[in-house]
């Protein structure tokens, strides 16, 4: 709201009496004031990328499980001619202990806040069972089987395979070979820390071609038929 009264004076005006007067205006910084805020947590980043799901799930009812190795197959099978002797062969067991671990954490809260604040519940209940899966993924890769430590694959493994001056594809090849060549086994997945397996996807041929696909193509993450997990809890 605004006067403007003008006083005339022997024809001359003053500058105030053209201007509008300003009352007290009510202004925001007048106004009582609530902040607005979004009902969604923005979280702190962490790893979500995980093997969790590498393993085979099971369960215990005990604390602990006891199984039997097959540690010694002698295979003395051979042709024979009629009524040689055949070979003989042998089968031994070992007992192998398999003890439980516990992995837990946990937040203090009050009742009240429980009871006040809708979302505390389920929030804290997430973040807890985030918390935890995120350990025993490091613990299924690093875990050295030193108690309260689960046994991990970094010192379960007993074939390894050293880079050496071979390109990263063939060392990784090797890895895959020599499992199924000294170990017998079906590899089931190449677990690498995201850093190196940037390099395998930006490695180009001399002419610049990238190997693993033209950035524009959203690129399969595998090697060799096996699907790749990263994680920053691998060795880098």
């Known amino acids: ?16 009496d053209i ?11 007048a106004a009582p004031q609530e902040d607005e805020r979004l009902t969604r947590i923005v979280l702190d980043e962490q790893e979500e990328r995980s093997i969790l799901n590498l393993p085979a799930p099971g369960t215990m009812s ?3 499980l006891s199984y039997l190795e097959e540690t010694t197959f002698t295979n003395n099978a051979a042709e024979r001619s009629e009524g040689a002797v055949l070979g003989e062969a042998a089968l031994a067991f070992t007992e192998r202990t398999a003890t439980a ?5 946990f937040i203090p809260v009050t009742e009240e806040a429980l009871a006040d604040v809708d979302f505390l519940d389920s929030y804290l209940r997430g973040r807890l069972g985030f918390m935890v899966r ?7 890769l690093n875990g050295d089987n030193s108690a309260p430590n689960i046994q991990g694959y970094y010192n379960a493994v007993s074939q390894t395979q050293a880079k050496g001056t071979d390109p990263v594809f063939d060392a990784i090849y090797k890895g895959i070979v020599k499992v199924r060549n000294t170990g017998f086994a079906e590899p089931d997945a190449v677990v690498l820390h995201p ?4 390099d395998i996807r930006l490695t180009r041929t001399a002419d610049g071609v990238y ?5 524009t193509d959203p690129g399969a993450e595998t090697l060799f ?6 994680s920053t809890h691998a060795v880098e």
């Open 62 to 64: 005990m604390p602990s």
């Open 19 to 29: 201007l509008p007067q300003f009352k007290t205006l009510f202004q925001n910084s």
């Open 134 to 140: 995120q350990r025993l993924a490091s613990q299924l």
């Open 211 to 215: 190997i693993m696909g033209a950035p």
């Open 195 to 198: 850093n190196d397996f940037q």
């Open 225 to 230: 038929g096996l699907p790749v997990y990263q």
């Open 1 to 16: 709201a605004f006067t403007s009264a003008a006083t005339y004076r022997l024809g001359t005006v003053k500058v105030e």
């Open 101 to 105: 671990r516990a992995i837990g954490s």
